[in-house]
């Protein structure tokens, strides 16, 4: 067989008179198969099992031997075959990379996502504790209760006419994990000052007041907390948890001066 397989199918069939569609009747395979069997063209073929048994169909009803046929498949058709499988272990494998590659930009995504969610919590988390806690009076920590300088500051001159003595309150004592219930019975003011204010912490509060004319006074409390200031004119007082605080003035229950987490300005007391 020095010819090519399909020349030798070519001239067998063209022998016993066969056009191509009367071979294919007879085999009962397409006639674009045996075109492509007689042309070579492996690439219009389906698998090489298929392929192989095509070959053997043609060659029965050709009269040609069947297994000389066979070895001469094997050896035109067994490397585009070969090559074949290898394009499609190679299609898989891009396939199959291209399959990771979109996971990992999937999961990549979904992390970032995840992430700005977290930042944008954060970021609302912390605007509304600024808008809880006053703007431009600082807190001090939990572990200290800073009182006021005994020496305020100078301010402007009074007229003439109204001197302004100035008085320098006392250090600021909180009576902590205070057991006992307000309102306090039964307090009165001393002789020298007309007012007597109790604030007690039902939540953390910050708080400031200012007594008369002294400088004012910061502290922050814990539920349980104390604490106890005396005026003779005036007393204001600021809150930073209007919601968590009980106020006494002169063992008369107050307020409420709002709700929790509201933070409240000069609340002015007078005699």
Do not use: H
């Amino acid at each position: 067989m020095a010819d090519s397989l399909g020349e030798y199918f070519q001239r067998a069939r063209e022998a016993k008179g066969l056009t191509l569609e009367e071979a294919a009747a007879r085999t009962r395979i397409l006639p674009q198969y045996l075109r492509a069997v007689e042309e070579n063209n492996y690439s219009r073929l389906p698998d090489e099992v298929f392929a192989k048994g095509f070959v053997r169909s043609y060659a029965r009803i050709l009269g040609l031997d069947e297994a000389a046929v066979v070895r001469k498949f094997d050896e035109s058709g067994g490397q585009f075959y070969a090559k074949r499988a290898e394009r499609e272990t190679l299609r898989l494998q891009l396939e199959e990379e291209e399959r990771r590659k979109k996971v990992n930009r999937n999961l990549v995504v979904g992390v970032v996502g995840v992430a700005l969610l977290l930042l944008f919590v954060l970021i609302g988390r912390d605007r509304d504790r600024s808008e809880r806690l006053p703007d431009s009076e600082p807190i001090p920590p939990a572990s200290q209760q800073v009182p006021a300088p005994t020496s305020p500051p100078a301010e402007p001159a009074e007229p003439v006419n109204e001197p302004a003595p100035r008085s320098s309150p006392g250090p600021l004592e909180v009576e902590r994990n205070f057991s006992g219930a307000l309102p306090l019975e039964g307090v009165a003011p001393d002789d020298r000052k007309k007012m007597v204010l109790d604030v007690e912490a039902v939540e953390r509060c910050w708080v400031k007041v200012q007594t008369d004319r002294a400088a004012p006074q910061e502290v922050l409390l814990n539920p349980g907390d104390r604490v106890r200031w005396k005026a003779q004119e005036r007393l204001a007082l600021t809150l930073g948890n209007a919601g968590g605080v009980r106020v006494m003035l002169n063992g008369k229950l107050q307020g409420p001066f709002g709700v929790k987490g509201q933070v409240v300005r000069e609340i002015v007391f007078t005699p």
